[in-house]
Structures are given as C-alpha cells and as structure tokens.
C-alpha cells in the first residue's frame, strides 16, 4: 500500500500487538518507512499507552475502607452465629427475588436479637454549631438503645399479610398519609413485580409537632446506588422494628425548609412537603436524606443529601421511589 | 501473578510472617477471623485502582469492591489452588464491575433535569492539569466497550503483563491482545490533543516512570 492509501489505526495497533500475520506485517512496515501520517498515528497509539499508564493510582479512600471493614464485619458475625443477621439495611430487591408475595412467610426463622457486640468503629458523633455561635452535640435520639436489627422475619411475614389480607393498600397511600398532604391519588401504581416493601405497613408517623413530614432517624449509611432507588424502604420508612421516628430538631426543620423552597421552584409551586426525610450517613459521613415527589405517577422523587450545614453533599438526582 | 513494579510482593513478604495471601485464605477458611482482613489490607488499594478505573466513578467503584470483598469472603471455600490468590481476587473485583457496567447500561437515562439539577447544585471541582487530564482519561475509557476498557485497565493502566490479564478475565492472551489494540486504535484519536500533556503528566508520576523505564 502506498501512495495516499493509508492504513487504519486498527492495523497499527495490531501491529504494535504482534497480531498480523508476518506477510501483512512486513507490508505494513514496508509502508511505515515511507509514510509519515501513518508513522504519527504509530506514535499516536503508542501515546495511549502513556497516557495510561501515567494515570495516577489513588488509595482507596478511608471511608470506603472502613465500609468494607464493616461489612465484612457483619459478616463474620453471620459465619459466627451460623445464620443469616442483618444488621445492615438489607438488600430487599435480591433477598425478596425469590420469594413470590403470594407465599407466606417464605423465609426460615432468623435470630431477631441484636448483635452481642456494638461495633467499635461506630462513628463518633459531632457537634453542630447552633445560631448563636455555641456548639451543641449532634442529637443522637434513640442512641441508648441499640443499634437497629433489621428483623427480617417480622418485616416478610407483615409483608405476606397485606397480600392475604387483599388489603391492597400501596406504599405510595401511607406515605401519603403520613406526609398529611391528603393529595395522594387513590389510584395503585403499577407495582413492581418484586416490590421490596418491608415497612409497607409501618404507617409514618409525623416526628415532632414542628414537622408535619415523616422524619426518621435510621443511621443507616447510604450509598449512592442505595439512592438512585428505590427508596421507599429506606428514606420513606423507619424501618421494621423501630416503631416510633425521631423528632426533628431545628436546624433539619429549617433545611428542609429550605430545600422544600428549592424544589417548589422546580416545580412551579409552592414549597411542597417531603415524602421523607432521614437522617443517617452518606458514605460514611452524617448526612441527612430528603425525598420529595416529582412525579407521583411516574414514580419519580427528588433527592437531595445534606450534611450539617444544609450543604449537598451529593448531587440531587432523581430517583425511583418504588 | 506476576505483578507490576509498585505491588505487594516484596511489601507481602516483609509483612506477613512467610504469610501468603494462600496461607491467609487457608486460615480464613479454617475460621481465623483475622486472616480476611489481612488480604483485605494488602490487596485493597489496588483493587480499589482496578474498579476505580474499570467504572469511572467512585461510588460504583465503592459499590463494586465492597460486593467483591464480601463475595470472597463467602466464597473462599472454592478458590482453588492453581491460581494466585491476586488473580482470583482481581477476577471477582472485574467481575464486579463489569455486572455493574452491563446493569447500568440498560438502565433508562437519567432525567436531563437530573443533570442540569447538579450542575446548578455542585460546586464547580477545581480543575488542576492532572485531575483534567485523569477525567478526560476516564471519559474516553467510558466510551469503550466493557471488555475492551477492562483489558485495557488490566495491561495498560495498572501494568499487568497480557498473560495476567488473560488469567484474570479467563480469556486467551490473544484476545486480550486484540481487545487492548482495538481499546487503543479508538482512544488514539480521542486522546491525541493530550499528548503534549502526557509530557507533563509522565515526569509527574513515578508509576508511569517507573513503567515506561520497565
């Protein structure tokens, strides 16, 4: 090949790789010794692996270090007790996958106590800066007891109920009544086939008499594929077994508030109420959790993670809510 | 596994009392609580690399190398013998990724609005000249087909000979020869404004001195 016939960069790099075979390849070089576009692609390809190689390699960082740690912390603990202890938000999608609705109670008996060992890694709460300049420790409701054992036989065989029981109730009705807007349509979404719905039927309670929205305070570290949905288990509930939800203190109130105005902007109304508000940590780190409707009917939420100061600490994205 | 210049062997051997990640996983599987941790300690960095670069963004990459740890833990018990214990780790962490990359590629786009909502919510990342030239990298790999992208992380990035590669992703070193010439030829074009960067870039990085001096 010669001329103005050029070869591709494919061949080039084959050729590179030793993967022509010898009489393409002697053809090749032949045509490389006397055109320069082709030498350059050459060095253009040879350039890639530079750059490559150059990319730095960053450590892991500690938080995801110490996520790890964590959880395979949690699961020494089940190949010490020998049988399946959540400790963790579960993931409801694959535990539940095969287990149809229509048959109760489909998983074995499970140990409900909390773990014997509090975990000694446990984030030390920090203190937040009040109005007036002094520092107040983090609320740490609830923090006398312990932590949260995501009792799974409890959480399925309530579950199992409402498909008996033909109640037909959706979480998207509770979760209205809870919020206090009145406005959920009565009609069902089109339920996933696998709706992990744990807490379908913990009615969210509002948290204090300042907030009329259901707020929770789980402690549960969220992830960023946690929250790209669906979220109903996680920020719309506070969780099987916990019973009752945590009071909101002034400075959520008021980001809540805050954000609320910032997504009534987007919609074009006035500051609508969450659906949920959760405060807990985002990978790693105290974080508060706010889901508001987009699109109730597309099953569309708005979520926007915030640490202390009411900063995003992750890009409010939109996500699924079932 | 052969592994590249700045990995564990000579660190392993140091460390761990004549441990071998094998001897580590014999006793995990035998029930010592501290032997996991002590594999997780010494491979977690460079798995951490491996899925950092394989999905481009590190809450996968968190994601993905959590799913894989605790995969291995459970699954100690059918790692068998013939292979090092690296290439078996690193096949479940690529393993990882890649389910990752195949589940979010048939996931619906995300909402326009998700995008123009974080733009207006994020503050803007201060951009130093390598920090670009990394997210025009990871850019440009994410352009490429998962099996191209997962050698090319493999061999050229984190400077596994094509034999390794080939154990890792259980495939003949011919293939991967083939995935890594065809990842290049499409970065080639894309990458080619970086090259007088690369410059910059290269007397930056001692990983890439270290490689480009073998």
């Known amino acids: 090949m010669t001329g103005d016939t050029h070869y591709d960069l494919e061949v080039l790099a084959e050729l590179a790789e030793g993967l022509l075979d010898v009489a393409t390849a002697a053809r090749v070089r032949e045509h490389l010794a006397i055109c320069d576009p082709c030498g350059e692609s050459l060095a253009e390809l040879a350039a890639v692996r530079e750059v490559l190689a150059a990319m730095p390699v960053p450590a892991m960082p500690m938080g995801v270090a110490l996520r790890i740690d964590k959880a395979l912390a949690a699961e020494a603990e089940t190949r010490r007790e020998g049988g399946l202890k959540l400790d963790e938000a579960p993931d409801w999608d694959r535990i539940m996958a095969d287990s149809p609705w229509e048959t109760p109670a489909p998983l074995p008996e499970m140990p409900v106590e909390p773990p014997a060992v509090e975990r000694p890694e446990e984030v030390v709460p920090l203190g937040i800066v009040a109005d007036d300049g002094s520092i107040v420790p983090a609320r740490r409701t609830r923090r006398t007891s312990r932590r949260r054992s995501w009792a799974m036989p409890v959480a399925a065989s309530v579950a199992a109920a409402v498909v008996i029981g033909g109640a037909g109730l959706t979480a998207n009705m509770l979760m209205a009544s809870g919020s206090g807007t009145g406005s959920a349509p009565p009609v069902a979404l089109p339920q996933p086939t696998h709706s992990p719905a744990p807490s379908r039927s913990h009615e969210i309670r509002p948290g204090s008499a300042q907030a009329d929205y259901p707020v929770a305070k789980s402690d549960y570290n969220y992830s960023s594929s946690v929250l790209d949905g669906p979220l109903a288990t996680y920020v719309g509930a506070t969780g099987p077994g916990t019973g009752s939800s945590a009071t909101a203190d002034a400075a959520v109130t008021r980001c809540v508030a805050k954000i609320s105005a910032r997504v009534g902007k987007k919609l074009g109304v006035k500051a609508p109420k969450p659906i949920g508000v959760d405060q807990g940590f985002y990978e790693g780190n105290e974080a508060t959790v706010m889901a508001f409707w987009k699109d109730r009917f597309r099953n569309a939420v708005y979520v926007y993670v915030v640490d202390d100061n009411c900063t995003n600490v992750r890009p409010p994205a939109v996500s699924r809510w079932q | ?214």
């Open chain 2, 1 to 214: 596994m052969n592994l590249p210049p700045d990995s564990p062997p000579a660190a392993q051997q140091a460390a761990g009392s004549a441990s071998t990640d094998a001897d580590l996983l014999t006793r995990h599987i035998g029930g010592d609580p501290h032997a996991f941790s002590e594999i997780v300690r010494r491979h977690r960095d460079r798995m951490w690399a491996v899925a950092l670069r394989t999905l481009g963004d590190p809450d996968e990459a968190a994601d993905a190398v959590q799913d894989a740890f605790v995969s291995a833990y459970r699954k100690a018990d059918s790692f068998r013998g013939e292979a090092a214990v690296t290439t078996w780790l690193h096949r479940i962490v690529v393993n990882a990724c890649l389910d990752r990359m195949r589940r979010k590629s048939i996931r619906p786009v995300a909402d326009d609005e998700l995008v123009e909502a974080a733009e207006r919510d994020t503050p803007i990342p201060d951009h130093t000249g390598d920090r670009d030239v990394s997210m025009e990298v990871s850019a440009a790999l994410k352009l490429l087909p998962t099996d191209q992208r997962a050698a090319l992380v493999l061999v050229d990035m984190m400077g596994y000979s094509v034999e390794d590669a080939a154990q890792v992703l259980e495939v003949p070193t011919g293939t991967i020869k083939s995935r890594c010439a065809r990842g290049r030829a499409k970065l080639a074009p894309i990458l080619s404004h970086l090259r007088n960067r690369s410059d910059l870039t290269r007397v930056s990085s001692a990983k890439g001195a270290e490689l480009r001096d073998g």
